[in-house]
């Protein structure tokens, strides 16, 4: 009877706590990397408390953002300089030319975050953003909920992979740009790198020197000058968007310069002669692929350099998803729920807002619209 009463008591209380009323706040940020941390500067700027007036929520156990899980020899593609978020400038990094590895970026975003005392509560991962009560948004988590007038939504793609179907079946090991963390891991194998961006170039001019290594893409590699890097196409991305926007030509943006940077590893792997696509690929086999050409190739591993796609899983109850699965956007704001904003996806939130140069930028305006 004693056990009977305590197991009653225990689910009473348990019932009272997932009961608990939601917590209140102006400003929910879902996220923790660059962006969340990003528009946590601005907010405190325009003399918003964190932790009071707005709450950052990160589904990670460590600060860093998508950074703390990049491969440790991916490097940025501008030197630190060109690569800090607004307020405080990135510490240099006197090696390799100045473009950081991963390692300086995450020691910098933790730095940044403490600097500012943004107060991140970590782990929390929000499940939902839905219509809530008395005209706010309800945000649920796997540690209570929350009532807001605005949502920032900074989740990023990092948690997304996409990799795309071709048709057959290969019976070695694949695995995305997510998963990759060091070329020793390929040593003597036969090894496959799908995709033409910068991910594709860097992992390729690693694995290369210790396996033997197969390049396909959809297009041919277009490289771009050595002395071009990411703070030239950010300004290049943003002069595009302000032409569009005033109704002029549309340039091409970054699109008509090329689209791997030639940072020092990818500039080596020039020099060794390994950067050369076979084309595209068609299918694969058991034991390899075949590509448009006819040939086939022999196979131990897939590494799918194929991209991302944004994570917003946690909005579908908005029901604002337009075309291709993006929610329409001003600026940052959602167009047909004015208090959601979504931060640091790409151009479509802003020019080169994936970016760290890019982000400040599409930051500026930000506190006028939230209350």
């Not at 929000?126 to 809530?132: H, L």
Request: glycine share 10%; proline share 7%.
């Amino acid at each position: 009877m004693a056990l009977h009463l305590a197991v009653s008591a225990c689910r009473r209380r348990s019932r009272q706590l997932n009961a608990q009323a939601p917590r209140e706040v102006g400003t929910v940020i879902v996220g923790g990397g660059q962006a969340a941390l990003a528009t946590g500067f601005y907010l405190r700027r325009a003399g918003l408390t964190p932790g009071q007036d707005f709450v950052i929520l990160d589904a990670s156990d460590r600060p860093g953002g998508a950074w703390a899980k990049m491969w440790p020899t991916l490097r940025t593609f501008s030197p630190t300089q060109h690569s800090s978020l607004p307020g405080w400038m990135m510490p240099p990094w006197t090696a390799d030319d100045g473009y950081p590895l991963a390692a300086h970026v995450v020691d910098y975003l933790t730095q940044y975050e403490n600097r500012y005392e943004l107060a991140v509560r970590r782990p929390v991962r929000v499940t939902s953003v839905r219509y809530g009560d008395r005209g706010r948004l309800a945000v649920s988590t796997d540690h209570g909920d929350w009532l807001a007038d605005n949502v920032i939504s900074a989740t990023g793609t990092w948690s997304r992979p996409f990799i795309p179907k071709y048709p057959g079946h290969f019976a070695g090991r694949q695995l995305h740009t997510a998963q990759y963390r060091r070329a020793s891991d390929f040593a003597g194998q036969r090894v496959m790198i799908v995709g033409g961006g910068n991910s594709a170039a860097q992992i390729l001019a690693e694995v290369s020197e210790v396996a033997e290594t197969t390049w396909v893409t959809p297009r041919p590699p277009r490289f771009l000058p050595d002395e071009v890097d990411g703070r030239a196409l950010f300004e290049i991305a943003t002069a595009r968007r302000r032409a569009r926007d005033a109704g002029q030509t549309d340039t091409g943006g970054v699109g008509g310069l090329g689209d791997i940077v030639m940072v020092d590893t990818v500039r080596k792997a020039r020099d060794r002669n390994v950067l050369h696509s076979r084309g595209p690929l068609h299918q694969l086999t058991k034991h390899g692929a075949r590509l448009y050409d006819g040939s086939q190739v022999d196979l131990d591993t897939i590494i799918w350099c194929t991209g991302f796609r944004p994570a917003l899983q946690h909005l579908a109850p908005l029901d604002l998803r337009g075309p291709h699965g993006l929610i329409p956007t001003e600026g940052t704001q959602a167009r047909k729920e004015p208090r959601l904003h979504l931060i640091g996806y790409g151009d479509w939130t802003g020019p080169a807002s994936a970016t760290l140069i890019g982000i400040g930028q599409t930051l500026r305006t930000l506190p006028t619209t939230i209350k």
